[in-house]
């Protein structure tokens, strides 16, 4: 199969974005959750849930309680810890059921996790926070889809006790998430180890191989292209020393990889000064915008859609993002049509998680088998939108 020329993500081709800038992190000009003091730069989302773990002080044996509907890499970090982890029940409309939640809350439920799925705030928040604060839980908010996100109360990331961000999703960068800490009673030293320079460098490079091979059009310059003549052999050189394992297989993890094998002392990490010096340059004040423009006009154009469900039925005005979910019956089939044509599409959250149980939750299995995330990202352009809303149109 060849590769989608529409993707998932984001990775404009750019010298500058190869050299990042050497200037400090400007936080103050920095949005939230930049412009925070008590945020940790960390590896990925993954390795600031385990650290957020650290940070509230659960021990092997708590109870901790998740939604249903989860990818797996948000749980892994509670499981590694020791936690007691059991499951509420997540709607069809990918909100939270607080009634199910009331059920499930037992004075011995350390944490509890909320996920504002797709950038979409959970709208019950300040009535789960106001429920975990009466039962003595601290609340993990789940906001890696939902950078640049907020709601009209403005909690979204500042409800938690702490809430966790995975940069990488919604900004070109090799890796990065975040670690926000709201609850000033606790507290986390900075992460001392971060990924090697060269393995940060060589994600760096193959990101940018694949934007210039996923732009079509005269959008990009031969110049730009012709940049890859540079850094394909740089590239090459660098997985080379990949294969003779310099310095160590851990160092060249790949935050992309979905496997759940990965070695622990990863989640320790925190994120490359590069990948920080990079953040201020790639803070475009109209990310937010473009995101919520294509997805008013995929929503447009699948309105009346007779086989499509589009996830949401509307855009609530701080909302940035970061997918277009849909629901298909025919999934495999919708897949495998959108893959032909070149444009992204996966099964979103396909597997299961194996370390819970799902049985119970028969909605969470239902969105498992029927979502698929179309790519709404901040440089997709006109022409690739209307390719792919053409394409829906026409099956
Ligand atoms: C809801 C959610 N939380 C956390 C994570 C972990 O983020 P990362 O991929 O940056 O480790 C993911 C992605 O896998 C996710 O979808």
Sequence with gaps: MSRPRIEPVRFVP?????????????????????????????????????QGVQALGLQPGDEVLCPAYHCGHEIEPFIRKGCQVSLYRVQSNLEIDLDDIRQRLTPGTKALLVTHYFGFAQPALEELKALCQSNG????????????????AHTLGRAGDIAIFSFRKTLPLPHGGGLLINNPELSLDEPTQTPSGLSTAVKA?????????????????????????????????????????????MQWYDPDDEGLDFDSEILSWGMAPY??????????????????HHWQQLAMALADHPTIRPAFSSLPAETCPLFFPIQVDAREQWVKNLQAAQIYAAPWWEAHYPKVDWKPFTEATALKARMIALPLHQDLTETALSRMINFLHSH
């Design 275 to 292: 990948c920080q010096r990079l953040l201020p340059a790639l803070m475009s004040p109209d990310i937010r915008a473009r995101r919520r």
């Design 205 to 249: 490079i193959d990101l940018y191989k694949k934007a210039l091979l996923q732009y079509g059009g005269s959008r990009y310059s031969l110049l730009k292209r012709g940049g890859l003549l540079i850094w394909l052999p740089l590239l090459k050189l660098a997985e080379i020393a990949w294969r003779m394992d310099f310095p160590s297989r």
């Design 137 to 152: 839980t601290l609340l993990v908010e789940d906001c890696a889809h939902a950078l640049f996100s907020d709601n009209a």
């Design 14 to 50: 750019a010298l500058p974005w190869l050299c990042a800038p050497r200037a400090a992190l400007d936080a103050p000009r920095m949005p939230f959750p930049f412009s925070e003091a008590r945020l940790r730069y960390t590896f990925s989302g993954t390795a600031a849930v385990y």
